[in-house]
Protein backbone atom coordinates (compact mmCIF):
# COMPACT_ATOMS: atom_id res chain seq x y z
CA UNK A 1 0.00 0.00 0.00
CA UNK A 2 0.90 3.93 -0.41
CA UNK A 3 2.78 4.95 1.98
CA UNK A 4 4.04 8.20 0.55
CA UNK A 5 3.85 10.92 -1.97
CA UNK A 6 6.98 9.84 -3.98
CA UNK A 7 8.62 11.75 -6.77
CA UNK A 8 9.62 10.18 -9.50
CA UNK A 9 12.67 10.85 -11.40
CA UNK A 10 12.36 14.05 -13.10
CA UNK A 11 12.99 12.79 -16.73
CA UNK A 12 15.50 14.37 -19.57
CA UNK A 13 15.72 13.63 -23.06
CA UNK A 14 17.56 10.79 -23.58
CA UNK A 15 21.25 11.69 -24.89
CA UNK A 16 21.59 10.66 -28.93
CA UNK A 17 25.15 8.63 -29.16
CA UNK A 18 26.71 9.84 -32.50
CA UNK A 19 28.83 6.47 -33.41
CA UNK A 20 31.39 8.12 -35.42
CA UNK A 21 34.32 6.16 -36.25
CA UNK A 22 36.13 5.17 -33.59
CA UNK A 23 32.92 5.74 -30.98
CA UNK A 24 32.61 2.79 -28.94
CA UNK A 25 29.16 2.87 -29.56
CA UNK A 26 29.82 2.13 -33.31
CA UNK A 27 31.87 -0.62 -32.57
CA UNK A 28 29.22 -2.08 -30.08
CA UNK A 29 26.71 -1.35 -32.71
CA UNK A 30 28.56 -3.09 -35.47
CA UNK A 31 29.05 -6.31 -33.30
CA UNK A 32 25.48 -6.56 -32.56
CA UNK A 33 24.92 -6.32 -36.00
CA UNK A 34 26.43 -8.59 -37.38
CA UNK A 35 25.87 -11.45 -34.16
CA UNK A 36 21.95 -10.83 -34.98
CA UNK A 37 22.76 -11.55 -38.86
CA UNK A 38 24.56 -14.75 -38.24
CA UNK A 39 21.54 -15.62 -35.75
CA UNK A 40 18.38 -17.53 -36.93
CA UNK A 41 16.08 -17.02 -34.09
CA UNK A 42 12.35 -18.68 -33.61
CA UNK A 43 9.79 -15.50 -32.08
CA UNK A 44 7.56 -16.77 -30.42
CA UNK A 45 3.67 -14.77 -29.02
CA UNK A 46 3.88 -13.47 -25.16
CA UNK A 47 0.80 -14.12 -24.04
CA UNK A 48 0.12 -14.59 -20.13
CA UNK A 49 3.40 -16.36 -18.78
CA UNK A 50 3.26 -18.29 -22.23
CA UNK A 51 5.89 -18.06 -25.16
CA UNK A 52 3.51 -19.46 -28.02
CA UNK A 53 4.94 -21.36 -31.15
CA UNK A 54 2.91 -22.19 -34.14
CA UNK A 55 3.15 -24.65 -36.84
CA UNK A 56 2.73 -21.91 -39.04
CA UNK A 57 6.08 -20.01 -38.88
CA UNK A 58 6.61 -16.66 -41.46
CA UNK A 59 10.17 -15.69 -42.56
CA UNK A 60 11.70 -12.60 -41.01
CA UNK A 61 14.27 -10.72 -43.63
CA UNK A 62 15.70 -7.26 -44.10
CA UNK A 63 14.21 -4.93 -47.00
CA UNK A 64 17.42 -4.32 -47.96
CA UNK A 65 18.77 -7.75 -48.46
CA UNK A 66 15.78 -9.46 -48.62
CA UNK A 67 17.34 -12.87 -49.64
CA UNK A 68 18.49 -13.41 -45.84
CA UNK A 69 16.92 -15.08 -43.12
CA UNK A 70 17.00 -13.29 -39.76
CA UNK A 71 14.96 -16.28 -38.64
CA UNK A 72 11.23 -17.00 -38.47
CA UNK A 73 8.15 -15.66 -35.85
CA UNK A 74 5.17 -17.74 -35.25
CA UNK A 75 2.04 -16.72 -36.62
CA UNK A 76 -1.38 -17.42 -34.47
CA UNK A 77 -5.16 -17.85 -35.27
CA UNK A 78 -8.24 -16.65 -33.74
CA UNK A 79 -7.60 -18.99 -30.44
CA UNK A 80 -4.32 -17.43 -29.92
CA UNK A 81 -6.81 -13.63 -30.17
CA UNK A 82 -9.03 -15.10 -27.53
CA UNK A 83 -6.23 -16.64 -25.77
CA UNK A 84 -4.49 -12.85 -25.69
CA UNK A 85 -7.89 -11.17 -24.12
CA UNK A 86 -8.47 -14.04 -21.31
CA UNK A 87 -4.80 -13.31 -20.63
CA UNK A 88 -5.37 -9.72 -20.27
CA UNK A 89 -8.38 -10.03 -18.02
CA UNK A 90 -6.64 -12.43 -15.62
CA UNK A 91 -4.49 -9.88 -15.21
CA UNK A 92 -6.46 -6.94 -14.63
CA UNK A 93 -7.07 -7.21 -11.03
CA UNK A 94 -3.79 -7.76 -9.74
CA UNK A 95 -2.10 -4.88 -11.95
CA UNK A 96 -4.82 -2.32 -11.05
CA UNK A 97 -4.88 -2.90 -7.53
CA UNK A 98 -0.70 -2.90 -7.55
CA UNK A 99 0.39 0.77 -5.99
CA UNK A 100 1.63 3.12 -8.59
CA UNK A 101 4.85 3.89 -7.60
CA UNK A 102 5.58 -0.03 -8.52
CA UNK A 103 4.02 0.71 -12.23
CA UNK A 104 6.35 3.22 -12.79
CA UNK A 105 9.23 1.08 -11.49
CA UNK A 106 9.08 -1.41 -13.63
CA UNK A 107 8.80 0.84 -16.79
CA UNK A 108 11.96 3.44 -15.51
CA UNK A 109 14.00 -0.09 -15.50
CA UNK A 110 13.01 -0.97 -18.46
CA UNK A 111 14.42 2.64 -20.14
CA UNK A 112 17.33 2.13 -17.99
CA UNK A 113 17.42 -1.44 -19.71
CA UNK A 114 17.07 -0.09 -23.29
CA UNK A 115 19.81 3.20 -22.75
CA UNK A 116 22.03 0.41 -21.52
CA UNK A 117 22.68 -3.62 -21.85
CA UNK A 118 19.86 -3.29 -24.25
CA UNK A 119 20.70 -0.26 -26.29
CA UNK A 120 22.60 -1.79 -28.90
CA UNK A 121 20.31 -4.98 -29.41
CA UNK A 122 17.58 -2.78 -29.76
CA UNK A 123 18.77 -0.89 -32.52
CA UNK A 124 20.60 -3.27 -34.48
CA UNK A 125 17.09 -5.31 -34.72
CA UNK A 126 15.37 -2.40 -35.96
CA UNK A 127 18.18 -1.59 -38.14
CA UNK A 128 18.18 -5.31 -39.57
CA UNK A 129 14.16 -5.41 -39.63
CA UNK A 130 13.06 -2.28 -40.63
CA UNK A 131 16.29 -0.80 -42.56
CA UNK A 132 16.83 1.85 -40.90
CA UNK A 133 20.70 3.52 -40.41
CA UNK A 134 22.11 3.82 -37.64
CA UNK A 135 21.37 7.48 -36.61
CA UNK A 136 17.73 6.39 -37.62
CA UNK A 137 17.54 3.49 -35.35
CA UNK A 138 19.26 5.91 -32.61
CA UNK A 139 16.92 8.29 -32.20
CA UNK A 140 13.48 5.86 -32.32
CA UNK A 141 14.62 2.38 -31.01
CA UNK A 142 16.72 3.38 -27.97
CA UNK A 143 16.18 7.05 -27.04
CA UNK A 144 12.52 8.45 -28.25
CA UNK A 145 11.33 5.20 -26.76
CA UNK A 146 13.20 5.62 -23.76
CA UNK A 147 12.00 9.46 -23.65
CA UNK A 148 8.39 7.83 -23.63
CA UNK A 149 8.76 5.78 -20.81
CA UNK A 150 10.49 8.32 -18.53
CA UNK A 151 8.43 11.44 -19.30
CA UNK A 152 5.35 8.80 -19.34
CA UNK A 153 5.96 8.36 -15.83
CA UNK A 154 6.58 11.72 -14.87
CA UNK A 155 2.75 12.86 -16.80
CA UNK A 156 1.55 9.91 -14.75
CA UNK A 157 2.52 11.29 -11.30
CA UNK A 158 1.72 14.54 -12.41
CA UNK A 159 -2.31 13.34 -13.47
CA UNK A 160 -2.26 11.64 -9.71
CA UNK A 161 -1.26 14.68 -8.22
CA UNK A 162 -4.12 16.81 -9.76
CA UNK A 163 -6.28 16.80 -7.28
CA UNK A 164 -10.11 19.46 -6.12
CA UNK A 165 -10.10 21.73 -3.58
CA UNK A 166 -12.18 20.97 -0.47
CA UNK A 167 -14.63 23.22 1.60
CA UNK A 168 -15.23 23.00 5.43
CA UNK A 169 -16.31 19.88 6.97
CA UNK A 170 -15.49 17.85 3.66
CA UNK A 171 -12.60 16.05 1.67
CA UNK A 172 -12.96 15.97 -2.00
CA UNK A 173 -10.59 13.81 -4.01
CA UNK A 174 -10.40 11.96 -7.31
CA UNK A 175 -8.87 8.54 -8.10
CA UNK A 176 -7.53 7.59 -11.54
CA UNK A 177 -9.05 4.73 -12.34
CA UNK A 178 -8.14 2.05 -15.05
CA UNK A 179 -11.33 1.48 -18.26
CA UNK A 180 -12.83 -1.19 -17.26
CA UNK A 181 -11.99 -3.93 -19.59
CA UNK A 182 -8.94 -4.38 -22.14
CA UNK A 183 -6.57 -1.84 -24.69
CA UNK A 184 -5.74 -3.19 -28.20
CA UNK A 185 -2.95 -1.84 -28.84
CA UNK A 186 -2.02 -1.86 -33.11
CA UNK A 187 1.34 -0.43 -33.75
CA UNK A 188 3.46 0.34 -37.28
CA UNK A 189 6.64 -0.83 -38.58
CA UNK A 190 8.41 2.56 -38.93
CA UNK A 191 9.13 3.22 -35.43
CA UNK A 192 10.03 1.08 -32.84
CA UNK A 193 9.63 3.28 -30.51
CA UNK A 194 5.70 3.93 -31.44
CA UNK A 195 5.55 0.28 -31.04
CA UNK A 196 6.58 0.02 -27.57
CA UNK A 197 5.10 3.21 -26.45
CA UNK A 198 1.28 2.41 -27.60
CA UNK A 199 0.67 -0.52 -25.24
CA UNK A 200 3.39 0.51 -22.91
CA UNK A 201 1.16 3.92 -22.17
CA UNK A 202 -2.34 2.50 -21.07
CA UNK A 203 -0.18 -0.54 -19.23
CA UNK A 204 1.79 2.23 -17.21
CA UNK A 205 -2.06 3.09 -16.41
CA UNK A 206 -3.39 0.65 -14.56
CA UNK A 207 -4.27 -1.11 -18.09
CA UNK A 208 -3.97 -4.38 -19.54
CA UNK A 209 -3.23 -5.05 -23.36
CA UNK A 210 -3.50 -7.55 -26.63
CA UNK A 211 -0.79 -5.96 -28.74
CA UNK A 212 -0.21 -6.93 -32.15
CA UNK A 213 2.38 -4.88 -34.12
CA UNK A 214 2.97 -4.94 -38.11
CA UNK A 215 4.62 -8.30 -39.38
CA UNK A 216 7.57 -6.16 -40.32
CA UNK A 217 8.22 -4.56 -36.89
CA UNK A 218 7.84 -7.82 -35.15
CA UNK A 219 11.90 -8.57 -35.45
CA UNK A 220 12.46 -5.34 -33.45
CA UNK A 221 8.97 -5.72 -31.21
CA UNK A 222 10.49 -9.03 -30.00
CA UNK A 223 13.17 -7.12 -28.13
CA UNK A 224 10.88 -4.96 -26.68
CA UNK A 225 9.35 -7.64 -24.87
CA UNK A 226 12.00 -9.41 -24.15
CA UNK A 227 12.70 -6.02 -22.11
CA UNK A 228 9.54 -5.60 -20.18
CA UNK A 229 9.97 -9.23 -18.86
CA UNK A 230 12.97 -8.40 -18.25
CA UNK A 231 11.99 -5.17 -16.49
CA UNK A 232 9.84 -7.31 -14.26
CA UNK A 233 6.12 -6.66 -16.53
CA UNK A 234 4.40 -9.31 -14.57
CA UNK A 235 2.48 -12.01 -17.00
CA UNK A 236 -0.41 -11.24 -19.01
CA UNK A 237 -0.40 -7.39 -18.86
CA UNK A 238 1.04 -7.10 -21.85
CA UNK A 239 0.81 -9.69 -24.39
CA UNK A 240 1.77 -9.37 -27.67
CA UNK A 241 0.38 -12.05 -30.44
CA UNK A 242 0.95 -11.94 -34.48
CA UNK A 243 -2.06 -12.15 -36.30
CA UNK A 244 -3.98 -11.21 -39.47
CA UNK A 245 -5.60 -8.15 -38.48
CA UNK A 246 -9.48 -9.33 -39.38
CA UNK A 247 -8.37 -12.00 -37.54
CA UNK A 248 -7.62 -9.96 -34.67
CA UNK A 249 -10.54 -7.61 -35.32
CA UNK A 250 -13.31 -10.01 -36.06
CA UNK A 251 -13.02 -11.18 -32.11
CA UNK A 252 -11.32 -8.07 -29.96
CA UNK A 253 -14.24 -5.82 -32.11
CA UNK A 254 -17.04 -7.90 -30.65
CA UNK A 255 -15.94 -8.43 -26.99
CA UNK A 256 -18.04 -6.85 -24.39
CA UNK A 257 -14.65 -6.14 -22.38
CA UNK A 258 -13.16 -4.21 -25.23
CA UNK A 259 -12.47 -0.71 -23.51
CA UNK A 260 -9.77 1.34 -25.64
CA UNK A 261 -7.63 0.84 -29.28
CA UNK A 262 -4.79 2.94 -29.29
CA UNK A 263 -3.21 3.12 -33.40
CA UNK A 264 -0.67 3.93 -35.40
CA UNK A 265 -1.42 3.44 -39.07
CA UNK A 266 -3.43 4.20 -42.14
CA UNK A 267 -6.36 6.89 -42.24
CA UNK A 268 -7.99 3.93 -43.94
CA UNK A 269 -7.96 1.18 -41.50
CA UNK A 270 -8.23 3.42 -38.61
CA UNK A 271 -11.66 5.29 -40.18
CA UNK A 272 -12.77 1.10 -40.74
CA UNK A 273 -11.46 0.52 -37.36
CA UNK A 274 -13.78 3.26 -35.84
CA UNK A 275 -16.59 2.48 -37.85
CA UNK A 276 -16.69 -1.22 -36.19
CA UNK A 277 -16.63 0.02 -33.07
CA UNK A 278 -19.33 2.20 -33.72
CA UNK A 279 -21.44 -0.32 -34.83
CA UNK A 280 -20.80 -2.52 -32.14
CA UNK A 281 -21.27 -0.18 -29.44
CA UNK A 282 -24.28 -1.40 -27.92
CA UNK A 283 -21.64 -4.60 -26.73
CA UNK A 284 -19.87 -2.92 -24.64
CA UNK A 285 -19.84 -2.14 -21.14
CA UNK A 286 -18.12 1.29 -21.70
CA UNK A 287 -17.83 4.06 -24.43
CA UNK A 288 -14.28 2.52 -25.76
CA UNK A 289 -11.57 5.32 -25.89
CA UNK A 290 -10.19 5.15 -29.35
CA UNK A 291 -6.89 7.26 -29.83
CA UNK A 292 -5.24 6.88 -33.26
CA UNK A 293 -2.34 8.93 -35.27
CA UNK A 294 -2.55 8.16 -39.04
CA UNK A 295 -1.19 9.34 -42.35
CA UNK A 296 0.06 12.86 -43.56
CA UNK A 297 0.56 14.82 -46.30
CA UNK A 298 3.17 16.87 -44.94
CA UNK A 299 4.48 20.17 -46.44
CA UNK A 300 7.24 22.77 -46.46
CA UNK A 301 6.41 25.98 -47.91
CA UNK A 302 8.92 28.71 -47.99
CA UNK A 303 8.23 32.49 -48.30
CA UNK A 304 10.52 34.76 -50.52
CA UNK A 305 12.30 35.97 -47.17
CA UNK A 306 14.07 32.24 -46.10
CA UNK A 307 17.34 31.20 -46.94
CA UNK A 308 17.39 29.18 -49.78
CA UNK A 309 20.43 26.76 -48.70
CA UNK A 310 18.16 25.84 -45.30
CA UNK A 311 14.76 25.23 -47.63
CA UNK A 312 17.04 22.83 -49.66
CA UNK A 313 18.38 21.13 -46.27
CA UNK A 314 15.12 20.94 -44.88
CA UNK A 315 13.38 19.14 -48.00
CA UNK A 316 16.44 16.67 -48.64
CA UNK A 317 16.31 15.51 -44.50
CA UNK A 318 12.92 15.99 -44.12
CA UNK A 319 11.98 13.85 -47.28
CA UNK A 320 14.11 11.23 -47.71
CA UNK A 321 15.33 10.57 -43.72
CA UNK A 322 14.21 7.15 -43.12
CA UNK A 323 13.41 6.49 -47.08
CA UNK A 324 10.31 9.11 -46.48
CA UNK A 325 8.39 6.61 -44.57
CA UNK A 326 8.23 9.06 -41.59
CA UNK A 327 4.37 9.88 -40.74
CA UNK A 328 5.85 13.18 -40.65
CA UNK A 329 8.14 13.04 -44.30
CA UNK A 330 7.90 16.09 -46.30
CA UNK A 331 6.03 14.94 -49.15
CA UNK A 332 5.24 17.97 -51.01
CA UNK A 333 7.16 21.38 -51.45
CA UNK A 334 6.34 25.06 -52.39
CA UNK A 335 8.77 27.40 -53.53
CA UNK A 336 9.06 30.99 -54.44
CA UNK A 337 10.21 31.40 -57.95
CA UNK A 338 12.69 34.01 -57.58
CA UNK A 339 14.51 31.44 -55.13
CA UNK A 340 13.96 28.29 -57.00
CA UNK A 341 17.01 28.35 -59.34
CA UNK A 342 19.13 28.68 -55.69
CA UNK A 343 17.15 25.96 -53.70
CA UNK A 344 17.13 23.28 -56.73
CA UNK A 345 21.00 23.76 -57.03
CA UNK A 346 21.26 22.82 -53.61
CA UNK A 347 19.09 19.85 -53.47
CA UNK A 348 20.74 18.62 -56.68
CA UNK A 349 23.53 18.53 -55.08
CA UNK A 350 22.43 16.82 -51.88
CA UNK A 351 20.70 14.09 -53.34
CA UNK A 352 23.55 13.37 -55.35
CA UNK A 353 26.48 12.69 -52.47
CA UNK A 354 23.05 10.60 -51.07
CA UNK A 355 25.02 6.67 -50.42
CA UNK A 356 22.34 4.05 -51.13
CA UNK A 357 22.53 0.16 -49.67
CA UNK A 358 22.44 -1.92 -46.67
CA UNK A 359 22.25 -0.57 -43.18
CA UNK A 360 25.20 -2.65 -42.37
CA UNK A 361 27.48 -0.30 -44.05
CA UNK A 362 27.14 3.27 -41.76
CA UNK A 363 28.52 5.44 -45.11
CA UNK A 364 24.77 5.10 -45.86
CA UNK A 365 22.56 7.82 -45.48
CA UNK A 366 19.84 5.48 -47.60
CA UNK A 367 18.68 2.42 -47.39
CA UNK A 368 15.55 -0.07 -48.45
CA UNK A 369 11.77 0.66 -48.45
CA UNK A 370 9.73 -1.87 -45.93
CA UNK A 371 8.67 -4.52 -48.36
CA UNK A 372 7.72 -5.67 -51.50
CA UNK A 373 4.33 -3.99 -51.46
CA UNK A 374 5.47 -0.76 -51.12
CA UNK A 375 8.24 -0.97 -53.38
CA UNK A 376 5.84 -1.72 -55.66
CA UNK A 377 3.02 1.18 -54.64
CA UNK A 378 5.72 3.95 -55.08
CA UNK A 379 7.24 2.55 -58.29
CA UNK A 380 3.63 3.18 -59.49
CA UNK A 381 3.82 6.75 -58.47
CA UNK A 382 7.07 7.23 -60.20
CA UNK A 383 5.79 5.56 -63.24
CA UNK A 384 3.12 7.40 -63.57
CA UNK A 385 5.15 10.90 -63.02
CA UNK A 386 7.06 9.80 -66.02
CA UNK A 387 3.86 9.30 -68.79
CA UNK A 388 2.33 12.76 -67.43
CA UNK A 389 3.13 16.22 -69.24
CA UNK A 390 1.94 18.22 -66.00
CA UNK A 391 5.73 16.57 -63.68
CA UNK A 392 9.20 16.61 -64.72
CA UNK A 393 11.52 14.20 -62.29
CA UNK A 394 14.27 16.05 -61.93
CA UNK A 395 16.17 13.43 -59.88
CA UNK A 396 15.61 9.96 -59.30
CA UNK A 397 12.83 7.96 -60.56
CA UNK A 398 14.69 4.72 -60.60
CA UNK A 399 14.23 1.51 -58.66
CA UNK A 400 15.28 -2.34 -58.29
CA UNK A 401 14.12 -5.02 -55.85
CA UNK A 402 16.67 -7.67 -57.06
CA UNK A 403 18.44 -7.58 -54.11
CA UNK A 404 16.61 -5.12 -51.48
CA UNK A 405 13.67 -3.22 -51.88
CA UNK A 406 15.62 0.28 -53.13
CA UNK A 407 14.13 2.88 -54.45
CA UNK A 408 16.18 6.12 -55.49
CA UNK A 409 15.68 9.54 -53.59
CA UNK A 410 13.01 11.24 -56.13
CA UNK A 411 11.98 15.03 -56.66
CA UNK A 412 9.44 15.76 -59.13
CA UNK A 413 8.96 19.17 -60.21
CA UNK A 414 4.87 19.66 -61.22
CA UNK A 415 2.77 22.44 -62.83
CA UNK A 416 -0.27 21.07 -61.36
CA UNK A 417 -0.34 21.97 -57.59
CA UNK A 418 -2.94 19.69 -57.61
CA UNK A 419 -1.18 16.96 -59.44
CA UNK A 420 -1.68 12.88 -57.47
CA UNK A 421 1.60 13.41 -55.54
CA UNK A 422 0.94 16.78 -54.12
CA UNK A 423 -2.42 15.17 -52.75
CA UNK A 424 -2.16 11.54 -52.12
CA UNK A 425 0.09 9.75 -49.24
CA UNK A 426 3.20 8.24 -50.61
CA UNK A 427 5.08 7.15 -47.35
CA UNK A 428 7.98 6.92 -49.72
CA UNK A 429 11.24 8.58 -50.73
CA UNK A 430 9.30 10.99 -52.91
CA UNK A 431 8.12 14.61 -52.50
CA UNK A 432 7.03 17.04 -55.39
CA UNK A 433 7.65 20.62 -55.47
CA UNK A 434 5.32 23.18 -56.80
CA UNK A 435 7.23 26.84 -57.74
CA UNK A 436 4.52 29.91 -57.17
CA UNK A 437 4.67 33.38 -57.83
CA UNK A 438 5.72 35.56 -54.48
CA UNK A 439 2.69 37.46 -55.23
CA UNK A 440 0.23 34.21 -54.55
CA UNK A 441 2.41 33.60 -51.66
CA UNK A 442 -1.47 34.22 -49.55
CA UNK A 443 -3.27 32.04 -51.99
CA UNK A 444 -0.50 29.31 -51.82
CA UNK A 445 -0.89 29.29 -48.09
CA UNK A 446 -5.06 28.74 -48.84
CA UNK A 447 -3.72 25.85 -51.73
CA UNK A 448 -1.72 24.06 -48.57
CA UNK A 449 -4.45 24.23 -46.26
CA UNK A 450 -7.14 22.71 -48.55
CA UNK A 451 -5.45 20.85 -50.73
CA UNK A 452 -5.17 17.43 -48.42
CA UNK A 453 -7.70 15.96 -45.82
CA UNK A 454 -4.75 15.44 -43.81
CA UNK A 455 -3.51 17.89 -41.07
CA UNK A 456 -0.50 16.08 -39.39
CA UNK A 457 2.64 18.02 -39.68
CA UNK A 458 4.13 20.92 -41.92
CA UNK A 459 7.20 23.40 -41.97
CA UNK A 460 7.29 27.12 -42.30
CA UNK A 461 10.31 28.90 -44.07
CA UNK A 462 10.80 32.83 -43.48
CA UNK A 463 12.44 35.67 -41.60
CA UNK A 464 9.95 38.16 -42.07
CA UNK A 465 7.95 38.21 -38.11
CA UNK A 466 4.68 39.28 -39.63
CA UNK A 467 4.81 36.49 -43.01
CA UNK A 468 5.42 33.91 -40.19
CA UNK A 469 2.63 35.23 -37.67
CA UNK A 470 0.23 35.82 -40.60
CA UNK A 471 1.05 32.26 -41.99
CA UNK A 472 0.70 30.46 -38.70
CA UNK A 473 -2.95 31.77 -38.06
CA UNK A 474 -3.75 30.98 -41.78
CA UNK A 475 -2.34 27.21 -41.22
CA UNK A 476 -3.62 26.51 -37.84
CA UNK A 477 -5.41 23.97 -38.96
CA UNK A 478 -3.22 22.72 -41.58
CA UNK A 479 -0.93 20.81 -39.49
CA UNK A 480 -1.04 19.52 -35.20
CA UNK A 481 2.73 19.90 -35.41
CA UNK A 482 4.04 23.14 -37.03
CA UNK A 483 7.54 23.92 -37.49
CA UNK A 484 9.09 27.03 -38.01
CA UNK A 485 12.53 27.40 -40.35
CA UNK A 486 12.95 23.24 -39.63
CA UNK A 487 12.20 20.57 -41.25
CA UNK A 488 8.53 18.76 -40.76
CA UNK A 489 10.06 15.68 -38.37
CA UNK A 490 12.03 15.03 -35.38
CA UNK A 491 9.22 15.38 -32.57
CA UNK A 492 10.89 14.99 -29.41
CA UNK A 493 9.31 13.52 -26.44
CA UNK A 494 8.36 16.63 -23.80
CA UNK A 495 8.97 19.51 -26.17
CA UNK A 496 6.54 18.93 -29.28
CA UNK A 497 3.90 16.30 -28.16
CA UNK A 498 2.99 14.75 -31.64
CA UNK A 499 -0.31 14.00 -33.58
CA UNK A 500 -2.69 15.72 -35.88
CA UNK A 501 -6.06 16.55 -36.48
CA UNK A 502 -8.43 16.43 -39.64
CA UNK A 503 -7.91 12.76 -41.36
CA UNK A 504 -4.59 12.60 -39.18
CA UNK A 505 -6.06 11.33 -36.34
CA UNK A 506 -7.42 12.06 -33.28
CA UNK A 507 -4.44 14.57 -32.32
CA UNK A 508 -4.29 13.21 -29.15
CA UNK A 509 -0.34 13.57 -28.68
CA UNK A 510 1.81 11.16 -28.00
CA UNK A 511 4.69 12.15 -25.95
CA UNK A 512 2.31 14.23 -23.73
CA UNK A 513 0.05 13.70 -20.60
CA UNK A 514 -2.90 13.98 -22.87
CA UNK A 515 -2.17 10.79 -24.16
CA UNK A 516 -2.13 9.20 -20.75
CA UNK A 517 -5.26 10.87 -19.65
CA UNK A 518 -7.12 9.03 -22.49
CA UNK A 519 -6.14 5.46 -20.55
CA UNK A 520 -8.03 6.65 -17.36
CA UNK A 521 -11.66 6.95 -15.90
CA UNK A 522 -11.53 9.09 -13.25
CA UNK A 523 -13.72 8.78 -9.86
CA UNK A 524 -14.83 11.58 -7.85
CA UNK A 525 -14.57 11.03 -3.98
CA UNK A 526 -16.61 13.44 -1.75
CA UNK A 527 -16.16 12.30 1.97
CA UNK A 528 -18.21 14.63 4.49
CA UNK A 529 -16.80 14.48 7.92
CA UNK A 530 -19.33 15.22 9.82
CA UNK A 531 -22.31 14.38 8.35
CA UNK A 532 -25.98 17.02 8.92
CA UNK A 533 -28.34 15.20 11.40
CA UNK A 534 -31.10 17.50 10.45
CA UNK A 535 -32.83 17.55 7.05
CA UNK A 536 -34.41 21.41 7.56
CA UNK A 537 -32.00 24.34 6.62
CA UNK A 538 -31.94 27.69 7.85
CA UNK A 539 -34.01 29.60 5.39
CA UNK A 540 -37.24 27.42 6.27
CA UNK A 541 -37.24 29.29 9.75
CA UNK A 542 -39.75 32.19 10.47
CA UNK A 543 -37.70 34.09 12.32
Known amino acids: MLKGFFNVPSPENEPVKSYAPGSPERAALKSAIEEARSAKIDIPMYIGGEEITTEKKLPLSPPHDHQHLLGHFNEGDAGHVEQAIDAALAAREGWTKMSWEHRASIFLKAAELIAGPYRCKINAATMLGQSKNAYQAEIDSACELIDFLRFNVSYMAEIYKEQPQSSPGVWNRIEQRPLEGFIFALTPFNFTAIAGNLPSAPALMGNTVVWKPAYTQIYAANVIMEVFKKAGLPDGVINLIYVDGPVAGDIIFEHPDFAGLHFTGSTQVFQQLWKTIGENIHKYKAYPRIVGETGGKDFIVAHESAYPQEVATAITRGAFEYQGQKCSAASRAYIPSGMWDEVKKYILNDVKDINMGGVEDFSNFFNAVIDEKSFNKIAQYIDDAKESDLVEILVGGSYDKSEGYFIQPTILLTKDPQYTTMCEEIFGPVITIYVYQEEHFL ?52 QQPFGG ?43
Open 501 to 543: ARGSGTNDKAGSMINLLRWVSPRTIKETLVPPTDFRYPFMEEK
Open 443 to 494: ETLELIDQTSPYALTGALFATDRQVIEMATNKLVNAAGNFYINDKPTGAVVG
